[in-house]
């Protein structure tokens, strides 16, 4: 009977034995393969952010060109206003040009995607983990500041007190929709071939003003440009195809 137990007592630590080193085995595996797994989601989002941040680049260099093109306008249209005799009409519709605005929208989808599920773990590069970040923060920052600079671009256009009498009602989309009738009801003045006229001074003081937002629109996205550059080319070396 003492050999018959020994040997059961033997055999029940024996299967003890496999199973515990069964489950260990099967851990085993199963954190190879979330590992695995892991890593392919890994180099999914670096992959992916790589893409947003090469269309970003590209956004920002079509933004950089209209913006170049409009200070360019501006300061034409500065001498436009001092060549004397000139048109209202040509001054305000080129004026309307020189003030429209691109928005610049990057696409952050991935980024954001990573930070709000949680998922930001799953980077194990951490200089480059830690490098997106600090872009993130830039370029809200950059955003911040580009929106600022075309509120006070609008707050300009608008700061007139009688629109009329600058002669919003030349403006082409405004006068294809006005007859002879009512652009008759409408005062006429001739302040841009008077620079002595208070609206030929504010206006000019305007156009400087935004020359100037303008400039400091394109140094804005020439500062993102160059931020940009060094976590693109981190990201390229992960090889992504």
Same mark, same amino acid.
């Given at each position: 009977?003492?050999?018959?137990?020994?040997?059961?007592?033997?055999?029940?630590?024996?299967?003890?034995?496999?199973?515990?080193?069964?489950?260990?085995?099967?851990?085993?595996?199963?954190?190879?393969?979330?590992?695995?797994?892991?890593?392919?989601?890994?180099?999914?989002?670096?992959?992916?952010? &790589?893409? !947003?941040?090469? *269309?970003?680049? $590209? =956004? @920002?260099?079509?933004?950089?060109? /209209?913006?170049?093109?409009?200070?360019? +306008?501006?300061?034409?249209?500065?001498?436009?206003?001092?060549?004397?005799?000139?048109?209202?009409?040509?001054?305000?519709?080129?004026?309307?040009?020189?003030?429209?605005?691109?928005?610049?929208?990057?696409?952050?989808?991935?980024?954001?995607?990573?930070?709000?599920?949680?998922?930001?773990?799953? &980077?194990? !590069?951490?200089? *480059?983990?830690? $490098? =997106? @970040?600090?872009?993130?923060?830039? /370029?809200?920052?950059?955003?911040?500041? +580009?929106?600022?600079?075309?509120?006070?671009?609008?707050?300009?256009?608008?700061?007139?007190?009688?629109?009329?009498?600058?002669?919003?009602?030349?403006?082409?989309?405004?006068?294809?929709?006005?007859?002879?009738?009512?652009?008759?009801?409408?005062?006429?003045?001739?302040?841009?071939?008077?620079?002595?006229?208070?609206?030929?001074?504010?206006?000019?003081?305007?156009?400087?003003?935004?020359?100037?937002?303008?400039?400091?629109?394109?140094?804005?996205?020439?500062?993102?440009?160059?931020?940009?550059?060094?976590?693109?080319?981190?990201?390229?070396?992960?090889?992504?195809?």
């Amino acid at each position: 009977m003492e050999n018959k137990t020994g040997k059961y007592f033997k055999y029940a630590i024996g299967e003890i034995i496999l199973v515990v080193i069964g489950i260990l085995i099967a851990l085993q595996i199963n954190n190879w393969n979330e590992n695995r797994k892991n890593k392919i989601t890994e180099a999914d989002y670096y992959c992916r952010i &790589l893409d !947003d941040f090469e *269309l970003n680049e $590209r =956004l @920002i260099n079509e933004n950089y060109e /209209l913006t170049t093109n409009r200070i360019k +306008l501006n300061k034409e249209l500065i001498k436009d206003l001092n060549n004397f005799p000139n048109d209202r009409s040509t001054i305000l519709n080129k004026f309307v040009a020189s003030l429209r605005q691109d928005v610049f929208v990057p696409s952050t989808i991935t980024f954001e995607d990573l930070t709000s599920s949680g998922q930001l773990k799953l &980077l194990t !590069d951490i200089k *480059l983990k830690n $490098r =997106l @970040i600090k872009h993130s923060t830039f /370029l809200n920052n950059s955003l911040n500041q +580009l929106k600022e600079n075309r509120y006070e671009i609008v707050k300009r256009y608008t700061d007139f007190e009688l629109i009329t009498e600058l002669g919003y009602q030349d403006i082409e989309y405004v006068k294809q929709e006005l007859d002879k009738e009512h652009i008759d009801f409408l005062p006429n003045i001739n302040w841009t071939n008077d620079p002595t006229h208070p609206i030929f001074i504010k206006f000019q003081d305007n156009l400087v003003f935004i020359l100037g937002m303008q400039i400091r629109q394109k140094q804005h996205l020439s500062n993102l440009k160059k931020e940009i550059q060094e976590p693109i080319e981190l990201l390229k070396n992960k090889k992504c195809k």
